[in-house]
């Protein structure tokens, strides 16, 4: 069997990590297998749909590096889709309503779903819709009131819904869209899907398209895996009201692709060997949907930005001062090429950069006074800022004479001399090593600095 397997956003928002990680799942098994991977765009809801926002999930895919083989809109394939239903109400699995939201409510109550008012009622297509543009006519799927509807599932095992519960759904609305089931059962006929591979939020939707494969008399409909959710820290669902979940967001502060791609396999799989970071030709030698675990994934961003530092280290200076530039705001090329090495050692994002660097291209922030108190309230740093000070006098201006200077002068007092010093001219505890940034300031800039701080002591 030759597989193929589609990834199938909606574009009516920025591409969800939740969706990445279902296209990358495909993608995944789509090279594994030597298969096809479709990227089909859900854009039956042209009210929602924006193309801004169709090339905003191809650009977060291309970054991701998930090529595709083939595309589609469904809004190009309307035809295909209403000439479907037509022969649906032809056979008699399909018929038009009338009912409006209200009318079903008035006979059924606020959450009981739809009654099967219209099944006999044999409304015509052409029912005039009222004057105030409301209501009209729909197509409704005729659901069987018996039996059960149930799939095998690669990762849940075998799912099943009484088909008692299942209302006579709406396949085409009063506007003449088609709804996106009908549109996903018919393009996975049409399309030859054979593997659907997707959140198990959408494991209710299935019932309905495979009663609709079912009348389209496919016998043979595609294997479904429900990826696990992925939650938060709190264990919910990961919701654009709590958390970063677009993409974009993580591009935008400095995540590189490689770094996303390889922790969003792991939300849900892992391989054999239980090695997480690892090039991707690995990762889809290893790919298994076998190896799914159905539990919630967390998503944890203190994991991804370990997993990004380590891809970070992995880049040679040029690529890496090439990538990060643009992250570290103004400073001179020159000398943010030879602060690269230690940058490049330290960050785990790129938006990391400018504070990490920001006493030496500026001013230096204000210490976290929890810290200054913890460095500087010892009752021996006033000395050693001191002997610093006359020592930074008369020091050649470079690294090892620095550190010389600096060390040697704790030594002399029996004292711990680096950290008073540090947090004098840099204003942190720690980051960046000291010495070799220290002497691309003036002299003047590093003993004015020291001068501050012991006066602030006093």
Request: overall charge negative; aromatic content about 8%.
């Amino acid at each position: 069997m030759t597989v193929r397997v589609r990834f199938s956003p909606a574009p009516t928002g920025y591409l969800h990590v939740g969706s990445a990680r279902s296209a990358l799942f495909n993608w995944l098994f789509a090279r594994k297998t030597g298969g096809t991977f479709i990227l089909r765009i859900e854009d039956t809801d042209a009210d929602r749909s924006r193309p801004d926002l169709i090339d905003n999930i191809r650009d977060s895919l291309r970054w991701l590096g998930i090529d595709w083989d083939e595309e589609y809109r469904q809004s190009d394939r309307f035809d295909q889709y209403l000439a479907v239903v037509e022969g649906f109400i032809e056979r008699g699995q399909a018929y038009y309503c009338d009912c409006s939201q209200d009318d079903v409510r008035a006979r059924v109550g606020e959450n009981a779903g739809y009654d099967g008012h219209c099944r006999d009622r044999n409304i015509a297509r052409d029912t005039v819709k009222p004057a105030d543009g409301s209501g009209g006519v729909v197509v409704r799927f005729r659901t069987p009131h018996d039996g059960v509807t149930g799939w095998d599932d690669l990762i849940r095992g075998r799912v099943e819904f009484e088909n008692s519960v299942i209302e006579d759904f709406v396949i085409v609305r009063s506007s003449g869209v088609p709804m996106f089931h009908l549109a996903n059962a018919y393009d996975d006929f049409d399309m030859g899907i054979t593997h659907v591979i997707r959140g198990e939020d959408l494991v209710n939707t299935v019932p309905r398209v495979l009663l609709l494969l079912e009348a389209l008399g496919v016998t043979e409909p595609p294997r479904y895996a429900h990826l696990p959710l992925i939650v938060n820290e709190q264990r919910k669902k990961l919701s654009k009201r709590r958390d970063d979940v677009s993409v974009g967001d993580y591009t935008a502060r400095g995540y590189l692709a490689a770094a996303m791609r390889n922790y969003l396999v792991t939300l849900g799989w892992g391989a054999k060997d239980d090695i997480e970071i690892r090039p991707i030709g690995e990762i889809i030698e290893q790919f298994d949907l076998a190896d799914i675990n159905k539990a919630p994934a967390f998503f944890d961003v203190k994991k991804l930005d370990h997993f990004n530092g380590e891809y970070i280290r992995m880049l040679d200076l040029d690529a890496f001062i090439e990538a990060s530039r643009p992250f570290a705001g103004p400073v001179d090329g020159e000398l943010y090429r030879r602060l690269a090495p230690f940058v490049q050692e330290r960050i785990r994002r790129y938006d990391e950069i400018p504070a990490l660097i920001a006493w030496v291209v500026g001013e230096p922030p204000e210490p976290e006074e929890k810290d200054w108190r913890k460095v500087m309230g010892r009752d021996d740093v006033p000395k050693v800022l001191d002997l610093v000070l006359e020592r930074l006098e008369k020091v050649d201006w470079e690294p090892e004479a620095l550190t010389e200077a600096v060390l040697g002068a704790g030594e002399v007092l029996g004292s711990k001399s680096q950290l008073p010093v540090r947090m004098a001219v840099t204003g942190r505890r720690s980051g960046l090593p000291l010495f070799e940034p220290m002497a691309e300031l003036d002299r003047s800039t590093v003993v004015e600095r020291i001068r501050k701080a012991r006066g602030r002591l006093d």
